[in-house]
């Protein structure tokens, strides 16, 4: 008969058969009645939202960013030159604006290329809300600055002058109690007259041009004959020489003028004049020129009133076709 369920259930307080074998005989050990452990699992239930929210938002999925690949660097090389002797090597002189920059050098090259346009071309000009403008053209108009003006007017003026200097030098142009004329044109200062008040200038002595008259800058050219004979051979050339055109002469060596030894009393000097080298021939100056007669006094001036100090070869030809004379007043600027 098969034995109940309960007799494989023993109480916990019989004790253990005595053992016959020692400790050591496990063959009679009686595995039922021994003492079990209790495993004991232990469950914690997650507590409900209190406020669930109706439509929850899934959450992105988690994007594992892929290893960007390492390119290779582009190589930089360097633009070496070889010096062979050659007269402008590494620096050049601009032949306009004088201006030395180093061929192939973009940043020096762009450098050059903005001061040249500033130069032949002039500076920037956005009008100012107080000018003095003196008179009005169909090009352009002229403004007067004096020396009590705003500091910006001033300053404007002093980058004139830089510009001045190039071709006349520097140090010498503005002084105190100068007058100073702006020619306005397309936004850009384009001519400048620099004035001061004198008290006497000299006469340029008749003859003192070196026979530089109208006739003769309109001189045609001078055919000359030369034969070169080898053997029975003769060749004949015709060298022609041109003679060179003052008002056309760029350059700025005035030379020695014969001046006569009487003062004469004059009241207007002109300092300096200059136009910048894209709008000369255009009478920019002689517009200049009249603005100061009009302005500089109280009264009119006339035209041969006007004295030149010490002017260069161009200089000398402004003031003789402004004046309509070759004996202008000249005085020496301090």
């Known amino acids: 008969m098969q034995s109940k369920i309960n007799k494989f259930f023993k109480s916990p307080s019989d004790p253990p058969p005595p053992a016959d074998g020692g400790d050591n005989d496990l063959s009679n050990w009686n595995w039922e009645n021994t003492q079990q452990h209790p495993i004991i699992n232990t469950y914690t239930r997650t507590r409900r ?3 669930p929210n109706p439509n929850p938002t899934p959450s992105p999925p988690t994007v594992i ?10 190589r930089s090389y360097a633009q070496f030159h070889l010096e062979l002797g050659q007269s402008d090597f590494l620096l050049r002189a601009c032949s306009t604006c004088r201006i030395e920059f180093t061929p192939g050098d973009v940043q020096d090259e762009k450098l050059h290329h903005q001061f040249h346009k500033r130069y032949t071309q002039g500076l920037q000009f956005r009008a100012w809300n107080n000018e003095r403008v003196i008179s009005s053209h169909k090009t352009g108009r002229v403004i007067l600055v004096l020396e009590n003006d705003p500091v910006s007017h001033r300053n404007k003026v002093q980058e004139v002058v830089k510009m001045m200097e190039i071709e006349m030098g520097s140090g010498w142009i503005v002084r105190q109690h100068c007058k100073v004329y702006l020619f306005i044109s397309l936004q850009r200062i384009v001519g400048c007259v620099i004035v001061e008040p004198i008290k006497e200038a000299f006469r340029v002595a008749s003859g003192s041009d070196d026979g530089h008259s109208a006739s003769a800058r309109k001189r045609e050219k001078k055919l000359r004959s030369t034969t070169l004979q080898f053997g029975n051979i003769v060749f004949q050339r015709e060298v ?12 700025m060596d005035g030379g020695a003028i014969s ?3 009487k003062p004469v009393a004059a009241v207007c000097g002109i300092r300096a004049i200059w136009v910048t080298p ?3 021939r255009k009478r920019i100056a002689s517009q200049l020129l009249d603005s100061v007669r009009k302005s500089f006094c109280t009264e009119e001036l006339e035209r041969a009133q006007l004295a030149f100090s010490l002017p260069t070869s161009v200089g000398k030809a402004l003031a003789c076709s402004y004046s309509g004379t070759g004996s202008f007043l000249v005085y020496k600027a301090v």
Do not use: A, F, M, Q
Not at 65 to 74: D, E, L
Not at 240 to 251: M, Q, T
């Open 259 to 261: 001046c006569e030894n």
């Open 278 to 280: 894209s709008n000369r």
């Open 49 to 51: 939202n209190p406020n």
């Open 240 to 251: 022609g020489k041109r003679v060179v055109n003052l008002s056309d002469s760029e350059v």
């Open 65 to 74: 960013p892929k290893p960007i690949p390492v390119k290779n660097k582009k």
